[in-house]
């Protein structure tokens, strides 16, 4: 049984939504230096049947063109993501309002990865999700 303080804790949690427990997590991540993703050795040692490694595979090459795609947003930061989609492609207001209310949409495309990144940074500031690909 959780102490009375872990369970306060939980209680809590289960009020937060999707958005609220994903700006946690990444907040969680960024103040203890670690991530949610999994080892990926460890994946491929878990997919390949436990104690053998699987099979090195070939060296992918490296993708120098990412397309950041707007996958959602929080209800109430629509204009901010929508300022944030205009400043980033140039478009204007009635088309730039479009791309946002039909995500999942790319935002931009065949874009180095630090234009990624930083378009990435600025949707989800404005309060958009999106993934990079």
């Not at 958005?19 to 203890?32: G, N, R, T």
Request: overall charge negative; glycine content about 8%.
């Amino acid at each position: 049984m959780a102490s009375e303080k872990v369970q306060q804790i939980i209680d809590t949690l289960n009020t937060l939504s999707v958005l609220e427990i994903s700006e946690l997590s990444k907040a969680l991540q960024e103040v203890w230096g670690v991530t949610a993703a999994a080892p990926v050795a460890m994946a491929a040692g878990m997919m390949a049947g436990g104690g053998a490694a699987a099979p090195a595979a070939p060296p992918e090459e490296e993708k120098t063109e990412f397309t950041v795609t707007l996958t959602g947003f929080a209800a109430d930061k629509k204009i901010e993501v929508i300022k944030a989609v205009r400043a980033l492609t140039q478009l204007g207001l009635k088309e730039a309002k479009d791309l946002v209310e039909a995500s999942p949409k790319p935002v931009v495309e065949n874009v180095n990865k630090e234009s990624a990144d930083k378009a990435k940074q600025a949707i989800e500031a404005a309060g958009g999700t999106v993934t990079v690909g």
